[in-house]
């Protein structure tokens, strides 16, 4: 029901941006997201948006540097990376239903994104 994609090998200053394509039923009235998580740590929340109305929240660590957003008639959420770090290093996931940073309903696969110094 999430399919992301996007990941890749990039520079550090370098830019990605990745995609999530989600099926119309776990859209309506959700806060869809994207997490990342690096081997050994918990998941991470780095953004979510509100589906209806588009009220965005960012994690402090990629405030400014990063820009949720998504694209209603095709149903896609998009992360924006700018200025990526080696720690932005991770893999991230797109997520359906997000409550508190923490929890969601529905997650996508993940795609991994390496940055290189």
């Known amino acids: 029901q999430l399919q992301a994609s996007g990941g890749g090998l990039v520079q550090a200053g370098g830019s990605l941006r990745l995609s999530c394509s989600a099926s119309g039923r776990i859209l309506s009235s959700s806060t869809l997201g994207w997490f990342r998580q690096t081997s050994g740590k918990e998941r991470e929340f780095v953004a979510s948006i509100r589906w209806m109305g588009g009220l965005t929240d960012y994690a402090d660590s990629v405030k400014g540097r990063f820009t949720i957003s998504r694209e209603n008639a095709k149903r896609a959420l998009y992360l924006q990376m700018n200025s990526l770090k080696p720690e932005d290093t991770a893999v991230y996931y797109c997520?359906?239903?997000?409550?508190?940073?923490?929890?969601?309903?529905?997650w996508g696969q993940g795609t991994l994104v390496t940055v290189s110094s």
């Open positions: 997520a359906a239903h997000v409550r508190y940073r923490r929890e969601a309903d529905y």
